[in-house]
């Protein structure tokens, strides 16, 4: 068990189930325990158990990767600590619906076994967009197989990875393995299998040493493997399940017919602004979220980018004021407590901007709408990619794709159109010759005067920007 003290059991500040953890069974199958899973999805199944609604939907982790936090969570029985960080307090819920954590590589056949049994109704993903390849289609079809041969009714599969119809994705990949393997196997897949599609919100920066530290000072805790994050959460997933649905909706979860115009609200405007700041931000010299966006420049250029270049082509979302949605984001990203890290952000930029803020930047274009400030985000990205600021100082650049972007990147600023070339990174933004001008210009520019003096230019036709 995680150690708590007396105290801290007694205190308004943290949180600690008062649920029987033994009472549980383990209807979910988690693959991917990664912290934001466990700021994120293990919350809610925590709070459907503490609140007694019911006790079928433990939750049984699966790594398909080592994970140094793994041992670290086995000596606490799989509890943990959440540490929640609002601009003015901290609050710690600590989480008990992580029942055990299973090592594919250690130990296959239990993850199957887990896969294939009869309590398991739900398998939830969060393994980041380059985790979608055969080991994980591997399992998911073998655990499919396997309740099928029993008889069993097949698991409803729920990504809650930041991919575009993250279901979808799933969906094409398991029945693309399975036909390889079986095309009736695969056949029964595609008409039993439900693979609902998710939105998923919670900042969640990875946690440190001095985190551990506060949460053993301040709250008597002792934890090795935390989690950080800010104290908002979201969740929304399409209501279509092939088995047994957990009452998500009594804690919070919003269920929906669609998620697609959650999906793009989210990623464009929350993803989007994310890249956008991570880049600017880190070329003006910040290094955290928060000081980016609460400098009074940098502020009044995010808010513009989101209000007057993102928004307007996005499609109405029932249920979602997007002013409001907006107001929020700039309060949520300057949550000094957090502490968020622009150089996460900035990670992976050839898989973020791809699916974040280049859609938007195309669908300006085609329209013919404003795009200066989307324009000087792409600029920030690839200058960034040189790999040093403008003081001169390393950049280091965390991204699989380097070696091939860093060299066109650094020649851009002459001819930007070898690496708008990259379709797997722009689309068709290579083959527009007035927009590679433009970025050409816009890079010029950026070098020549500097990142403060570029955003002012942006914001030159509005200075009354949203902020």
């Known amino acids: 068990m995680l150690a708590v003290s007396a105290g801290s059991r007694r205190s308004a500040e943290v949180r600690i189930p008062t649920y029987d953890r033994s009472a549980l069974s383990p209807g979910v199958v988690h693959i991917g325990v990664g912290g934001f899973h466990r700021a994120h999805q293990g919350t809610y199944f925590d709070e459907i158990a503490e609140q007694r609604i019911s006790d079928a939907w433990g939750v049984i982790g699966v790594g398909l990767r080592s994970s140094r936090q793994r041992p670290e969570l086995l000596g606490q029985e799989c509890e943990y600590a959440v540490l929640e960080r609002s601009p003015d307090r901290d609050r710690v819920r600590v989480v008990g619906s992580l029942l055990d954590y ?3 590589r250690e130990e296959p056949a239990a993850v199957l076994a887990a896969l294939a049994d009869p309590q398991t109704k739900l398998v939830t993903i969060t393994v980041t967009g380059e985790g979608y390849g055969p080991r994980l289609f591997g399992y998911l079809v073998e655990g499919l197989r396997l309740r099928r041969e029993a008889g069993l009714p097949p698991f409803t599969v729920l990504s809650c990875d930041n991919l575009v119809r993250n279901g979808e994705t799933v969906r094409r990949g398991v029945l693309e393995f399975a036909s390889l393997r079986d095309a009736r196997l695969a056949g029964w897949i595609e008409e039993n299998v439900a693979f609902p599609c998710s939105v998923v919100d919670r900042i969640t920066p990875e946690a440190s040493e001095k985190d551990v530290r506060l949460l053993e000072r301040k709250f008597g805790i002792e934890d090795r493997a935390p989690v950080v994050c800010e104290d908002f959460a979201q969740w929304i997933v399409e209501d279509r399940f092939c088995n047994e649905r957990p009452p998500l909706e ?3 979860v919003q269920l929906v017919a669609d998620a697609d115009a959650y999906e793009m609200a989210k990623k464009r405007l929350l993803n989007g602004g994310h890249s956008a700041i991570g880049y600017i931000g880190s070329l003006c010299g910040h290094e955290r ?5 609460t400098d009074p ?3 009044r250029y995010l808010g513009s980018l989101m209000a007057e270049e993102i928004t307007p082509l996005l499609p109405p979302t029932l249920g979602l004021d997007l002013s409001s949605y907006r107001r929020s984001l700039l309060k949520r990203f300057s949550n000094r407590g ?3 890290r622009l150089s996460r952000l900035c990670g ?3 898989v973020k901007m791809p699916a974040y803020l280049l859609p938007s930047l195309a669908e300006a274009l085609e ?5 200066g400030k989307l324009t000087l985000a792409l600029a920030a990205w690839v200058r960034y990619l040189w790999g040093e600021d403008f003081a001169g100082d390393p950049i280091e650049i965390k991204d699989a794709m380097v070696d091939q972007l860093q060299p066109l990147a650094r020649r ?3 001819d930007p159109r070898p690496l708008l070339g990259l379709r797997e990174v722009f689309g068709e933004l290579g083959e527009d010759e007035g927009f590679a001008t433009e970025l050409q210009e816009t890079l010029a520019m950026l070098q020549r005067r500097g990142p403060r003096a570029a955003v002012e230019l942006s914001l030159a036709p509005d200075l009354a920007a949203v902020a």
């Open 297 to 299: 420049l940098l502020r």
């Open 289 to 293: 979220v928060d000081e980016a966006v």
């Open 412 to 414: 851009a600023i002459d």
């Open 367 to 371: 329209q013919g709408r404003p795009h």
């Open 250 to 252: 009594e804690v919070g």
């Open 348 to 350: 992976r930029g050839s």
């Open 102 to 104: 299973l090592s594919a």
């Open 338 to 340: 957090v502490g968020d």
